[in-house]
């Protein structure tokens, strides 16, 4: 699943050979889709390098080479563009918890899917909407709304760790717990990560994953561990 | 270890049964020590719950129930602070570094000491401090030595992590990467973490470590894990 390859961006790339007497408003409503995402877009690169409160809807109108009036045409404020941002970076992660639904894969393997989505949302143009929103003196119903959202989230990855539990694809744990561990390595990504690095966002979400695993390695795998190593082990005082 | 042990504000609950002719002195020291961390403290939680822009040096001074010249006679601005917040916390783990440094135990049991420690900072008043304070349009002085300072505790986890690869007490990964995906999920406490919940500071530090040290298990329980479960993977498209 990505869900760029389905966006309107790149559908629009595909040839219009279509003789339908609905084309043409199709084709209006894609542009207009096309357009509301660039707008989105620009917005999120802008908060994410100046900062929400330094950037004004003339600077996003600036970049796109268009008038305010324009970017008003497709949001209606600027608190409206922080949340679009933020929702098209939860999407991907919703997205996610939607397709391993119904996959007959053990639970481990389906939270493996959404954390690597989790990942790329968080190294995308939208990680920094994502973990900052909440910071920007928004109005009550839109920290609620944003807050559900993201409470949304934490629940379904709190829901795949017990299941995997269940399972015994995943180890027994807190899965409150370990649910704020691996969303918090995630997003921290959004503090650190700067596109044109060396690795690409599917790269660092893959690699996170991998240093997940073992963290949560199948019930089995520890019943035959070996003791050994622990008796090495040296007490710390604390 | 517990940093706070040897802190002025319990040392100053010993008897004073000295009779040296230093005495009067060193009390006068430790008083003012003790007046400065109380100065600190008071600034850390300001900044936590207010947020740095919108605490002044008076609201910290009214907490603390003294005049604004006294806050200044500790710290020269608000910066300096902010900076002496950033310190606080940041002083737990660069001690539990050094504690750990000369310990003849491997080094995942030496990393597992500084993350604990790591987590416990995190979760205490000074986290927000350690996580925001290079937001907060610092001069370029104070932001680099506030980035010298990260960057000496992230060269810290991942020397440990090397270490450990190289005892065969860490399986071998990526230092780099598993430093972020560590440090960010500590990080992350700061963002969720308020007192009086439910566990303490160190209960949740402990609950990371526990957490993490699944996906840091030595070589040799990797090398005898059994594969069958593996098997049971579905190939989840992307």
Not at 124 to 144: N, T
Not at 149 to 177: A, H, T, V, Y
Not at 202 to 209: D, R
Request: charged share 30%; net charge positive.
């Amino acid at each position: 699943m990505n869900s760029r390859r389905a966006s309107p961006l790149q559908a629009g790339k595909l040839p219009a050979a279509s003789a339908s007497p609905w084309r043409a408003s199709r084709e209006r409503r894609r542009d207009r889709e096309v357009k509301r995402e660039a707008v989105i877009r620009a917005a999120a690169r802008a908060f994410n390098h100046k900062g929400y409160h330094n950037t004004s809807l003339d600077d996003i109108a600036a970049t796109l080479e268009v008038t305010k009036p324009t970017v008003y045409y497709y949001v209606s404020n600027k608190e409206q563009l922080l949340f679009q941002c933020f929702l098209a970076g939860v999407e991907q992660i919703r997205a996610a918890f939607r397709e391993v639904k119904d996959l007959e894969a053990p639970a481990r393997e389906r939270l493996k899917a959404v954390l690597r989505h989790y990942g790329e949302a968080m190294a995308s143009e939208f990680g920094w909407c994502m973990v900052r929103a909440e910071d920007q003196d928004l109005s009550p119903a839109m920290s609620r709304h944003i807050k559900a959202l993201k409470s949304e989230i934490d629940q379904g990855i709190r829901r795949l760790i017990r299941e995997g539990i269940q399972d015994g694809s995943i180890e027994p744990c807190d899965p409150k717990m370990t649910a704020f561990a691996l969303a918090g390595a995630l997003n921290w990504i959004a503090h650190w990560y700067r596109e044109n690095q060396s690795l690409t966002g599917a790269e660092i979400a893959s690699a996170f994953v991998t240093i997940f695993e073992g963290g949560l390695r199948p019930r089995s795998a520890s019943q035959v561990a070996p003791r050994a190593p622990l008796r090495r082990r040296v007490r710390i005082a604390r």
